[in-house]
């Protein structure tokens, strides 16, 4: 074809150079070319070896199934909380003094009983020896050894008593006896006056000597229970720790005069840890003292356990949620305040699941891959919680059917054989 042009064309220059060029004759013979090129394209087309050759059928794939199988998956409650320390105190001295010496600092741990702060006792033991002289005072006027129980004293052994006693007997004696000399006229009645008026008032002093002994004994208490104060007050310039934990904030130096009841050190308790969720109104109902608790940390794999420990009696009035805490086991690298993730499992019960392989996702939908009458048949479904490998189906297939176990670019309608195993 392209030689019949050239010839044409060189035809065409020959008479262009003797007459001039007559640009009908051109524009033909490529109207020709043209029309003879399409000519063999359809020729082409029509025959088995051309250019286009019919479109082969489907080709038939080969899959395996996977039956949708009952699995028994936790419905749990997913809330995010914090994480706060199981006690926390602030220490302080309750006896007021110069700091002497203290023995922890920040993240130091510390035991319970143990000593972290000491007072200068110097001032207390003065006290100490202040009353241990008084007691043995108050002891002395009832002719009490200095030391030995208080419970030893006899009242009526007293020399207060005995005295009254002996002044009391002398006076009955005298009135015995002025009475009887006044019968026998010789005494007179004054003087007998008097003699009943000595023996009322020293019957009357026996009773007051009674009445200051029990006086003396209650000044005795006394004097023990200020002696029992002093030690306690001398006892109290140590400063314990009132639980196992670890130093949090150090708030006082050595040489700094405290006022009673002055921070020394913050001490938290981190194990365990409690961890504190506020649930919403609507899922509190289905959370139970005792249910497992898992907690997880960003950045961190592990998983760590827990249960219910405690439930708010009433919802926030305000946020309408209920406060729940729990007691999560401290492996030592936790920390109070972080902020974590929780599953609260409320229940277990058996879903339809599938292998996570046989669901295919595209533009936020998922669908599964049945087989019906050799060809592939697409359903929707309606995916929950993941379990391993296995994912729960809410919707769109039930226990019993068969899937396509990993379906691939398998389409829907294309023609597929069923194989064992995959």
Known sequence: MWTVLSELRQSENSRHRASGPPRVLWTSAVALAAALQCLACDQGASQPGGAKAEKPAASVKEVTLAPVTELVMEQAVDISGTLDAD???????????????????????????????????????????????????????????????????????????????????????????????????????????????AAVRAETAVQSAREEVRIREAAVRQRRSELRMARQQLADTLVRSPLDGVVQVRRANVGQYLAAGAPIVDVVRIDPLRLRVAIPELEAASVRAGQPVRVSLPGDSATYPGTVARLAPALDPQSRTLLVESDIKNPGHLRPGSLVSAQIVVSSRPVPTVPATAVVRFAGLAKVITVEDGKAKEKQVTTGKTSGDRVEIVSGVAAGESVVARPGSLQQGQPVRVVEGG
Request: glycine share 8%.
């Open 87 to 197: 006690e926390q105190v602030t220490l302080g001295a309750k006896v007021a003094g110069r700091l002497a010496s203290i023995s922890v600092d920040l993240a130091s741990p510390v035991q319970r009983d143990q000593v972290i702060a000491q007072l200068e006792a110097r001032d207390y033991e003065l006290r100490i020896e202040q009353a241990t002289a008084a007691l043995a005072q108050s002891r002395a006027q009832l002719g009490l050894p200095p030391d030995g129980p208080d419970s030893e004293l006899d009242i009526e052994g007293t020399a207060v008593v005995r005295q009254a006693l002996a002044t009391f007997k002398e006076a009955q004696a005298n009135q015995v006896r002025a009475r009887g000399l006044a019968r026998e006229g010789l005494m007179s009645g004054m003087d007998l006056d008097a003699a009943e008026a």
